[in-house]
């Protein structure tokens, strides 16, 4: 009788939690914070300030937690500084909005990546390999990306007008309705689900009408465009994608025209508190805008606007707001 093999060995975990790791980060752990900053040739409390504004919590002094990478990225943004291609009063700015665009992104690809380890059901070892193939794939996908919005700010700001190059721009918000009564009747699958929905499809329509999603807010995106018509076409293709779903909850949205700063890629001023306002004015299913947006398309053949009776809202005692549709409606 041949011998039954002897059962392998359970994989050591903490073995494979360092591969998995080393794979991630490109390389093992071998420096404390004090080592990193010293062979990057930056003081210590300038390491701590990226460290942080990166959105990573304090490393005790002693914790070896630090790769060559680390030391790496630390000397590349001394070296930007000392040639004088990042400021270094915006430094710190820089480095949050990092840390704060990669975790979101970083999240989100984790938590797929989970998913599809759950539904092969791969051993340890095996999804390791996975991980290695996918990084370099996800990798220059993000390359290529970054490049095309690149490429695309850096067009319009060459071919925009004297009004674009002062930050003039139409912001809006489009919010879904009754959303706090949504959560507590959707289960939080079917809630990420109808999020997830909601920013893909508004995602397409801003992009499909010449504007820019700015950021997602839960139930809320916040987007800008270039001219009044592009904003206005953004709107009402909005209202009416939505319109045509029978399972998607309504819309209201609120659009400002005028003077924005832009800031790291996100949208400050007043022209932005108007449109938050005006969106919670809107009736479900409409669009608001403010005079300033009501004016530049006053005369355009394709919209139609009507006056509607002043509101009173946070920090504007006398809100005028405009209904916006199309000519033919």
Not at 186 to 209: K, N, P, T, W, Y
């Amino acid at each position: 009788m041949v011998p039954d093999p002897e059962p392998s060995a359970a994989p050591d975990l903490d073995s494979v939690q360092r591969q998995f790791e080393q794979t991630l980060l490109g390389g093992e752990r071998k420096f404390t914070r004090l080592e990193v900053s010293d062979r990057a040739g930056i003081s210590i409390e300038r390491a701590e300030q990226m460290w942080h504004a990166l959105g990573f919590a304090t490393v005790p002094d002693d914790e070896i937690a630090f790769t060559d990478g680390d030391v790496e990225a630390l000397r590349l943004v001394a070296a930007l500084e000392d040639d004088g291609f990042i400021d270094p009063s915006v430094e710190s700015s820089l480095a949050r909005k990092l840390g704060q665009t990669q975790s979101r992104l970083a999240s989100w690809q984790s938590a797929m990546f989970l998913d599809l380890l759950a539904e092969s059901k791969l051993p340890p070892n095996e999804a390791i390999e996975v991980a290695s193939l996918l990084l370099p794939a996800m990798e220059r996908l993000q390359t290529y990306v970054w490049r095309r919005h690149l490429a695309a700010a850096a067009g319009r700001l060459v071919a925009g007008s004297d009004e674009l190059a002062r930050g003039v721009r139409v912001i809006g918000f489009a919010d879904i309705v009754s959303y706090t009564r949504l959560t507590r009747r959707l289960s939080e699958v079917e809630l990420g689900q109808l999020i997830e929905r909601f920013e893909g499809l508004a995602a397409d329509v801003v992009a499909l009408h010449g504007g820019r999603v700015i950021k997602s807010i839960g139930d809320e995106v916040l987007f800008a465009a270039d001219h009044p018509a592009e904003g206005a076409a953004v709107a009402l293709a909005l209202q009416d994608r939505i319109s045509e779903l029978e399972d998607m909850p309504e819309l209201r949205i609120g659009m400002a025209y005028g003077s924005i700063l832009i800031r790291l890629g996100d949208v400050y001023g007043e022209v932005v508190n108007l449109a938050s306002r005006l969106t919670s004015e809107a009736k479900p299913g409409r669009v608001l805008v403010d005079r300033e947006m009501a004016a530049a398309l006053d005369g355009h053949p394709s919209y139609r606007l009507r006056r509607l009776r002043r509101v009173h809202v946070r920090g504007y005692a006398h809100l005028a707001p405009y209904a916006l549709q199309r000519a033919t409606d």
